[in-house]
């Protein structure tokens, strides 16, 4: 199959036109820019992230401790 000419394109956008509505391809276009812009910001914002030196973790030990605690039975004894 080859390539199709500049007639057929004109043709098919005029089918799509006619198909879709100018106002929905335009609503479909605004989202699709939307979304191209918040990938590219995304992006920006994850390689700003990346450039910056990591922080140094806390030195500081925490001690792992337990806590025995007995469980009492809170029943009224004969009431």
């Not at 879709?20 to 590219?40: E, M, P, Q, S, Y």
Request: aromatic share 6%; net charge positive.
């Amino acid at each position: 199959m080859g390539t199709f000419s500049v007639w057929h394109w004109l043709i098919v956008l005029l089918i799509i036109l006619l198909v879709f509505g100018t106002k929905k391809l335009r609503n479909i276009g605004g989202d699709l820019g939307g979304a191209v812009k918040g990938f590219k910001d995304g992006m920006k914002e994850g390689a700003s992230a990346d450039d910056k030196p990591p922080e140094p973790a806390a030195t500081a030990k925490v001690e792992a401790r337990t806590i025995d605690v007995e469980a009492k039975d809170k029943t009224n004894s004969g009431a």
